[in-house]
């Protein structure tokens, strides 16, 4: 089984077994770093690989950390995120079973509901994936 910061599920709105975010390592109003190990019963893990969708869910969560983590800081609720286009998607390698990412979002823009984000997945030295993403978040404060 996954083990989580015991923090993280206050940040996402996902649920075990879709986290894809063991922990956040930094934040400020415009980046973040999380980390995540990648375990061989994840659903996202074929052949001993995590395959391109695992990688793209990871980033996404990654965003929706910093989303959440504000909104706690704030004493709302965590909002749900869509995943609303990727652009420029690059994936460099497949990571290995055992293998811990560490996963950068900077935010660019922040147009009424869709953040724009720059993503970046490293493992060890290797850059395993870089895209742009926009996550639409849905207003579930009502």
């Not at 015991?6 to 415009?30: C, F, G």
């Not at 973040?32 to 893990?45: A, G, P, R, T, Y």
């Not at 989303?67 to 998607?89: F, M």
Request: proline share 4%; glycine share 4%.
């Amino acid at each position: 089984m996954q083990k989580f910061s015991p923090d993280i599920l206050e940040y996402i709105p996902q649920r075990p077994p879709m986290v894809m975010i063991d922990r956040i390592v930094d934040i400020n109003e415009s980046k973040v770093e999380c980390q995540f190990k990648v375990i061989n019963d994840n659903l996202f893990v074929v052949d001993g690989k995590l395959i391109e969708s695992g990688i793209i869910e990871n980033i996404a969560q990654t965003v929706a950390s910093v989303a959440g983590y504000w909104a706690k800081e704030k004493n709302e609720k965590v909002n749900l995120g869509y995943i609303a286009a990727i652009k420029n998607l690059n994936i460099h390698a497949l990571p290995s079973v055992g293998d811990v990412l560490c996963t950068f979002v900077e935010i660019v823009n922040e147009v009424f509901n869709v953040t724009i984000v720059h993503g970046k997945v490293i493992c060890g030295n290797t850059k395993i994936a870089d895209c742009e993403m926009r996550i639409y978040i849905a207003d579930n404060r009502k």
